[in-house]
């Protein structure tokens, strides 16, 4: 059964910064393209990075490059999110999602709230 666990979440003030993790299981991780997605209070849902299995390719949107780095270790089946020079604007529900078999998976989210 392929399980996604995010932790890492929390409150920060503006300018801070968080590493949200997320913890997988059931599936081949090293082989599976994996994404950060979020969903911002009374809005959709927003792509904002993503890796291939070997970690060698990295893409983000707009709004965060610069900014988030997007990584993983595939020793221990772990996705990363840092995330840097955070805006009340980042606050969401932040989720981790994996390919598996033509198949996305989410995990259960964890909640980023930036605010002075």
């Known amino acids: 059964e392929v399980q996604l666990v995010e932790s890492g979440g929390g409150l920060v003030r503006p300018g801070g910064s968080l590493r949200l993790s997320c913890a997988a299981s059931g599936f081949t991780f090293g082989i599976a393209p994996m994404s950060w997605v979020r969903q911002a209070p009374g809005k959709g849902l927003e792509w904002i990075s993503g890796?291939?299995?070997?970690?060698?390719?990295?893409n983000y949107v707009d709004l965060v490059k610069n900014r988030f780095a997007i990584s993983r270790d595939n020793a221990k089946n772990t996705l990363y999110l840092q995330m840097n020079s955070l805006k009340p604007e980042d606050t969401a529900v932040y989720y981790c999602t994996a390919v598996v078999r033509f198949m996305h998976y989410w995990g259960q989210g964890t909640q980023v709230t930036v605010s002075s």
């Open positions: 890796i291939n299995g070997g970690g060698s390719t990295t």
